[in-house]
């Protein structure tokens, strides 16, 4: 089992996104029965950007102890709208502080009151439409400038290899400093959109990350959905009117003969009681300083 795994290392292969049992071996023993996952479905690094929507589905195999698998290429449409997420690298972009100033200036001001955290959180989620242009023109073809930022390095090297003169030399150092920044900000943009966080950026990990978050991105896929009566649904549109219909049965499910406990019958249950010192902390003001210190406490990795 070790020389396999570190097969796997060498190679680097990984697991197929798949459905189905996670047990799909058994001796089919009555009195010492064992039951493994021994089998799987291992794909290269390039195969997440060739087959994005790949996934293999285990089954019951019949005469066979062994699960039998089938591997899936089929490619769904893309999701309308993604949603937004906030990447600690948009703060390095040109024009993200621009942005978010004139953003900032022309909505309505913030001040003390009941209502202040809403009306923060309504600014904030203002400000998403406006960063999520900076996310699409900036990010979205950061990879892509990148690339353009190597091939330009190396076509100056090779100008300099075969006209060693000072102005060569020179473009190529310049070549060099940009496509080193732009890969700086790639590889932090991968980083945390791969969650990797025992790795640090400046170690030129971008591969790795970009896998690790297309593996992530496969796994974290939903690509059936079984309703109430045991169909499965496959498409995408069915997944999300059929999610939809399930959360809001849930969560809008009511009872007639629900009663809410009274303030005597809870007292009786909990025997703790808060101070009068306590009583008031609600009722304070809350101070600048507070709310800075709780937004700047936020976990600064995550992409939210």
Not at 94 to 109: K, R
Not at 172 to 180: D, G, P
Request: charged share 25%; glycine share 4%.
């Amino acid at each position: 089992m070790k020389d396999f795994q570190e097969v796997v290392s060498n190679c680097s292969i990984m697991d197929l996104a798949y459905r189905g049992p996670k047990i799909t071996w058994t001796n089919r023993q009555k009195h010492n029965p064992i039951s493994k996952k021994l089998d799987r479905a291992l794909i290269s690094d390039s195969w997440p950007s060739k087959f994005p929507n790949a996934y293999a589905i285990f089954e019951a195999g019949g005469s066979s102890d062994h699960a039998r698998c089938q591997i899936s290429l089929d490619s769904q449409p893309a999701l309308s709208q993604k949603p937004f997420k906030f990447f600690n690298v948009l703060t390095l972009l040109e024009g993200f502080i621009s942005t978010v100033a004139e953003f900032w200036t022309e909505t309505e001001p913030l001040f003390i009151s009941k209502t202040a955290l809403y009306r923060f959180s309504r600014k904030l989620k203002g400000l998403k439409h406006q960063l999520r242009s900076v996310n699409r023109d900036k990010l979205g073809i950061l990879p892509h400038r990148t690339k353009e930022a190597f091939d330009t390095l190396c076509v100056k090297q090779d100008t300099a290899l075969h006209s060693p003169f000072s102005v060569s030399f020179a473009e190529e150092i310049n070549t060099s400093n940009r496509w080193h920044a732009m890969a700086i900000l790639e590889e932090a943009f991968l980083k945390q959109k791969s969650k990797i966080h025992w790795l640090a950026v400046g170690d030129q990990n971008n591969k790795y990350f970009h896998r690790v978050s297309q593996a992530r991105r496969s796994r974290n896929a939903i690509r059936v959905i079984q309703n109430v009566s045991g169909e499965n649904i496959f498409s995408v549109e069915g997944i999300k009117k059929e999610a939809e219909s399930w959360f809001k049965g849930f969560l809008q499910q009511g009872s007639s003969d629900f009663e809410a406990p009274s303030m005597n019958s809870l007292q009786e249950l909990l025997d703790y009681r808060c101070s009068e010192e306590m009583h008031q902390i609600p009722l304070k003001p809350v101070l600048p300083k507070e709310i800075k210190n709780v937004l700047f406490a936020l976990p600064a990795k995550k992409s939210s």
